[in-house]
């Protein structure tokens, strides 16, 4: 049976939990804890998940420290992944004892035995009746309590995943079996590749013409107004306050200073975020955005709702109307279309894109490259692999346009939709709108990087995703850990 089993940090780990190895990480800085006091990082199945001597979560603690530091020196980011990967693999153990068990499968004692004599051998290699006297009962217990747990856990993994010790020829004796037609499909996956012309139109190559008729359009949006405001959770409280100063019982500014909570503005009160457009954005009701701007010089607002309570708008002077040709303007403009009219942008080019496609088929790609001053690349062969899973090649995210395009699944049913030669529809990508046009189709004659061992990491992983996403799962760790164990 296999002892001190590591797989790939996030998924799986089988660990032989050894009862004569804790080691309290030295450079771990924090809150002392009494053993009695320590935190509870979660439940599984209402079992705790507690960092004290003896627990299965501190042994992993330990082991994965050891792994991390491996002659240098770690630091503060390295023990919060050392402990997460070990909450992570409590969690698990915990889930495959409660299965083994669910099942009826009891270790046998024959099994545990086996498993403990080599922590008894003497120099020569031999089992020594006299060291396993000399042992202390207690830690025979743990010992035998750990060895059982690792084989309870290992039944699981061999059952489920294989075993990579224990096969009859070149066939794992335990876990899931795969078909000939399962294999063979896999093997081939991929073969079959497309390569694609594209030509990549950039959102941020938005022209300053369209930004400015856009702003001509909308002047009012920019214009800049001098206020200073009073902000307050509840609505009695600003009718209060209104009355106040109606009443000249106190000033804006001492009002400010004794109730506002000055979101919105600096610690005067004075708004930050000045332009209409941004004022529209924490009223509740867009209506009120004509008494905001029909206030006269030092007039204040009724009582006004916004995101952050209930405010008083006080003119401290006469609302600025844009300057188009400055270039503070130029700029604020600019920011607002990238933030709020992404979709006016992206129809701009996707009709550009569409006119592209219309130039192209009347010439050629290259040549409608040149008339739209595009660059057009060309996409390697590549099979249908969502995810670029290892199995297969799959698409060049690197290439302009296609951040993220082994994982989008319009831009691969489109992709793959596509007849030879012919242009797709325009596709927003991420900051971009791009056109495809298949230009090949082929069968590659190289085998997939298939092997066993890489698919069985998938379902380990699936299966710790499933584990960590159950309701079983009471899951306290960011919470506990930055509380108790960071200065």
């Known amino acids: 049976m296999k002892k001190n089993t590591l797989y790939t940090v ?14 309290v990480l030295p450079a771990f800085t924090g809150q002392s804890q009494r053993q009695s006091d320590a935190p509870t990082f979660g439940k599984y199945n209402k079992k705790a998940i507690r960092y004290e001597q003896g627990s299965d979560f ?22 919060y992944y050392i402990f997460s990967y070990a909450f992570d693999s409590t969690v698990t153990k915990y889930a495959y004892i409660d299965a083994v068990k669910k099942s009826g499968y009891e270790v046998p004692d024959q099994a545990i035995t086996r498993q403990m004599i080599p922590y008894f051998y003497d120099e020569t290699g031999k089992y020594s009746s006299k060291l ?14 750990g060895i059982q747990d690792e084989l309870t856990t290992s039944r699981f993994y061999d059952d489920n995943f294989g075993s990579d010790s224990e096969q009859v020829g070149t066939t794992a004796l335990y876990g899931l079996k795969e078909s000939d037609a399962e294999r063979d499909f896999i093997r081939n996956y991929g073969k079959d590749r497309r390569g694609f012309n594209i030509a990549a139109f950039s959102l941020s190559d938005y022209p300053e013409e369209e930004k400015m008729r856009f702003a001509k359009e909308n002047t009012a949006k920019f214009t800049k107004y001098d206020l200073s405001l009073i902000t307050v959770s509840d609505k009695s409280t600003a009718e209060t306050i209104a009355k106040r100063l109606a009443n000249n019982e106190i000033t804006f500014a001492d009002a400010v200073s004794e109730y506002s909570t000055k979101n919105f503005t600096n610690t005067e009160g004075k708004i930050t975020s000045p332009y209409q457009y941004q004022i529209e954005n924490i009223i509740v009701s867009k209506d009120d955005i004509a008494v905001i701007s029909g206030l006269a010089l030092d007039a204040v ?7 952050y309570g209930y405010t008083l708008f006080k003119a401290d002077g006469a609302p600025e109307k844009a300057d188009l040709d400055s270039d503070e303007i130029k700029t604020t403009v600019s920011s607002y279309i990238t933030n709020y009219e992404r979709t006016r942008v992206e129809d701009y080019f996707k009709a550009m894109a569409t006119d592209f496609t219309t130039a192209a088929l009347k010439s050629d790609f290259d040549s ?30 690197s290439l302009p346009g296609l951040s993220n395009a082994d994982s989008n699944e319009n ?6 939709s596509l007849q030879m030669n012919e242009y797709s529809e325009p596709i927003v990508m991420n900051d971009n709108i791009i056109v495809l046009q298949l230009t090949t189709s082929t069968t590659v004659d190289e085998d997939s990087p298939y092997s066993d061992s890489s698919l069985k990491s998938y379902d380990e992983t699936a299966a710790q995703n499933f584990i960590l996403s159950s309701d079983k799962l009471e899951n306290n760790f960011s919470q506990v850990y930055f509380s108790n164990y960071l200065n």
């Open 10 to 23: 996030g998924s799986l780990v089988v660990l032989l939990i050894c009862a004569f190895c804790f080691v």
């Open 58 to 79: 501190a042994n992993f603690v330990s082991q994965y420290g050891q792994m991390f530091q491996n002659g240098r020196q770690l630091d503060s980011s390295a023990y």
């Open 132 to 145: 396993y006297k000399q042992t202390p009962e207690s830690a025979i217990a743990e010992l035998r309590t």
């Open 301 to 307: 607002s009724p009582v006004i709702e916004t995101i």
């Open 368 to 397: 409608a490259c040149a008339a739209f001053e595009v660059e057009g690349r060309q996409i390697e062969p590549f099979p249908l692999n969502f995810g670029s899973v290892d199995i297969c090649a799959s698409v060049n995210t």
């Open 411 to 416: 831009f691969l049913r489109t992709a793959f």
